[in-house]
């Protein structure tokens, strides 16, 4: 939907104030900035475009008052779309152990656990991402087996963000075995579902890796919001 925004931008949204209090507020103000964008898109006169650029303004006054940064960053990190505004895609792959433990990384940005995966690059289909996230975070080689869930994030009780975010979760089948940690993570390891580490939250919850695991065990169809 947006530019990509430096990763301690983003953080500085999560504090437990707005968690509790604003983060109805927040989606609702990144809702109203893309309802001005698809406007300004397709608007064919003055008049629509002079409101459609106030209710654009609008949107940042009420970023401003939840994060407290100033109107020129908020400009720069949300910069008015040249395209229609879509969802961001994240991608992540839930491997199991022969003991059915699950695979986690460690994140080099907040230093807690997530399944591996990322953001879909462009040129790759998900298959592809996944496969290519695994490897890169994880040393493994994988083969995709089949689609466990679509979150749609704002939906689920993640830390608030600007962006608007499906969440892929894939059955990634190992067919090598040794472990070897990317240089954006800190640490890779299975852990039992039922003793999960503290989570990178923004990417991944315990309601979710409980319910994509579930959905192994039940060998049951895809979870989608």
């Not at 504090?15 to 309802?35: H, P, R, T, W, Y």
């Not at 990322?118 to 996944?130: F, M, Q």
């Not at 290519?132 to 080689?141: A, P, Q, V």
């Amino acid at each position: 939907m947006f530019n990509v925004v430096p990763a301690t931008f983003i953080s500085s949204f999560i504090n437990i104030d707005i968690f509790m209090n604003g983060k109805n507020l927040l989606e609702e103000a990144v809702q109203l900035k893309s309802i001005a964008d698809v406007g300004l898109l397709y608007c064919t006169n003055e008049y629509d475009r002079e409101r459609y650029l106030a209710i654009a303004e609008i949107s940042l006054r009420l970023l401003n008052d939840l994060s407290q940064h100033p109107m020129e960053l908020l400009r720069e990190a949300f910069p008015l779309a040249k395209d229609y505004p879509t969802a961001k895609v994240d991608i992540r792959g839930l491997i199991l152990s022969p003991e059915k433990e699950v695979l986690l990384v460690k994140e080099g940005a907040d230093k807690r656990w997530s399944l591996p995966g990322g953001w879909a690059d462009i040129g790759y289909s998900p298959k592809e991402t996944i496969i290519k996230e695994c490897k890169e975070e994880t040393g493994l080689d994988v083969i995709p087996e089949r689609l466990l869930a679509v979150f749609d994030k704002s939906k689920h009780n993640h830390p608030p963000q600007p962006e608007y975010v499906y969440k892929m979760v894939f059955l990634c089948k190992p067919v090598s075995f040794i472990l070897q940690k990317g240089h954006d993570v800190l640490d890779v390891k299975y852990f039992p579902v039922s003793g999960l580490p503290q989570l990178s939250e923004n990417r991944i919850l315990k309601s979710q890796i409980e319910l994509v695991y579930q959905k192994v065990k039940e060998e049951s169809t895809a979870y989608f919001d």
